[in-house]
């Protein structure tokens, strides 16, 4: 199958987290992933370059070669930083994860392994891409100015104004005694439980909520949680002033420990939980080649 020079509807959108990939094929006009489409291959994320690489190209053939009816006309990727999405190079260092990959152009290199035009390949936030997605056809649709979180393995943050959606990187900023990634993420969850019990959970997020119907241990954590995110998130939602605040990742899985806090610190904007799962960053950064601001880049016929 081809990814090829005609500006189709449908382009190859992958999504890459800590362990695995997601693969799919978005339909652009409806904003819809192709269900039989949807692949998701593990991946050795501390492993070599040639590894990583491989893992990941193998998953783009496959949804490939079982969607052969569908006329594909680039590639898209939801990656997490620090990365230079522009000329797609990986900065991604002291996060245990994707170490082989720093300062290595992947743009060039999946061009190669794929025989495609490097400019049919776009990297796009992760953050970013799950916002997007959720703003052009989930929770957001329909506002105008949305911000939205990203609860996980890190705490990313996007906003997004008339559906031009940007990551602002909230995670960075100082909170308490370091910064906010610190706080809001699944390692605060598994450090504060150590701290208050002595006991190490190998579950993250999902064990500890598993453990709260019955632990009050448990539930003041997530309570304090809310605490946090109540005090971090009251300034750039009074700053930002968004109509909604979109609450996604696996940590929001557990929200029925901690929404209710939340709800009653950030009082002055609606609070929704993310609707369309891993579905949303495949959709967001597959959107980049549906923006009218950038320039037409599908020039070549290549074969996969």
Same mark, same amino acid.
């Given at each position: $199958? +081809?990814?090829?020079?005609?500006?189709?509807?449908?382009?190859?959108?992958?999504?890459?987290?800590?362990?695995?990939?997601?693969?799919?094929?978005?339909?652009?006009?409806?904003?819809?992933?192709?269900?039989?489409?949807?692949?998701?291959?593990?991946?050795?994320?501390?492993?070599?370059?040639?590894?990583?690489?491989?893992?990941?190209?193998?998953?783009?053939?496959?949804?490939?070669?079982?969607?052969?009816?569908?006329?594909?006309?680039?590639?898209?990727?939801?990656?997490?930083?620090?990365?230079? &999405?522009?000329?797609?190079?990986? &900065?991604?260092?002291?996060?245990?994860?994707?170490?082989? =990959? &720093?300062?290595?152009?992947?743009?060039? &290199? =999946?061009?190669?392994?794929?025989?495609?035009?490097?400019?049919?390949?776009?990297?796009?936030?992760?953050?970013?891409?799950?916002?997007?997605?959720?703003?052009?056809?989930?929770?957001?649709?329909?506002?105008?100015?949305? $911000?939205?979180?990203?609860?996980?393995?890190?705490?990313?943050?996007?906003?997004?104004?008339?559906?031009?959606?940007?990551?602002?990187?909230?995670?960075?900023?100082?909170?308490?005694?370091?910064?906010?990634?610190?706080?809001?993420?699944?390692?605060?969850?598994?450090?504060?439980?150590?701290? =208050? /019990?002595?006991?190490?959970?190998?579950?993250?997020?999902?064990?500890?909520?598993?453990?709260?119907?019955?632990? /009050?241990?448990?539930?003041?954590?997530?309570?304090?949680?809310?605490?946090? $995110?109540?005090?971090?998130?009251?300034?750039?939602? +009074?700053?930002?002033?968004?109509?909604?605040?979109?609450?996604?990742?696996?940590?929001?899985?557990?929200?029925?420990?901690?929404?209710?806090?939340?709800?009653?610190?950030?009082? /002055?904007?609606?609070?929704?939980?993310?609707?369309?799962?891993?579905?949303?960053?495949?959709?967001?950064?597959?959107? $980049?080649?549906?923006?009218? /601001?950038?320039?037409?880049?599908?020039?070549?016929?290549?074969?996969?």
């Amino acid at each position: $199958m +081809e990814i090829n020079s005609l500006s189709t509807q449908y382009i190859l959108t992958a999504d890459i987290g800590g362990s695995h990939i997601t693969v799919g094929i978005c339909h652009l006009e409806s904003y819809g992933i192709v269900n039989q489409s949807i692949t998701r291959a593990e991946v050795n994320s501390k492993g070599s370059i040639t590894d990583i690489l491989t893992s990941w190209t193998n998953a783009f053939q496959d949804v490939l070669r079982k969607n052969t009816a569908l006329p594909v006309s680039g590639l898209s990727v939801a990656m997490p930083g620090p990365f230079d &999405y522009e000329k797609g190079i990986s &900065y991604i260092k002291g996060l245990d994860k994707y170490e082989a =990959l &720093y300062g290595v152009n992947i743009k060039q &290199y =999946l061009a190669g392994l794929l025989k495609l035009d490097p400019e049919l390949i776009r990297f796009r936030n992760d953050a970013e891409s799950t916002i997007a997605g959720e703003v052009l056809t989930g929770a957001g649709k329909g506002h105008q100015r949305v $911000m939205g979180v990203t609860l996980g393995t890190g705490f990313g943050s996007a906003y997004s104004e008339r559906k031009i959606t940007k990551d602002i990187n909230l995670g960075s900023e100082r909170y308490k005694e370091s910064i906010a990634d610190d706080y809001l993420s699944t390692r605060w969850f598994l450090k504060r439980y150590h701290e =208050l /019990t002595g006991i190490s959970l190998s579950g993250g997020v999902r064990e500890l909520s598993e453990l709260a119907p019955k632990s /009050t241990v448990a539930r003041d954590i997530f309570k304090e949680f809310a605490t946090n $995110m109540n005090e971090f998130l009251s300034g750039p939602v +009074e700053q930002l002033d968004p109509e909604v605040l979109i609450i996604c990742g696996n940590i929001a899985r557990a929200s029925g420990f901690f929404l209710p806090y939340l709800s009653q610190g950030l009082n /002055t904007v609606t609070i929704k939980l993310a609707q369309l799962d891993e579905n949303a960053p495949l959709i967001g950064a597959a959107a $980049m080649f549906d923006d009218p /601001t950038r320039p037409a880049l599908f020039n070549s016929v290549n074969q996969l």
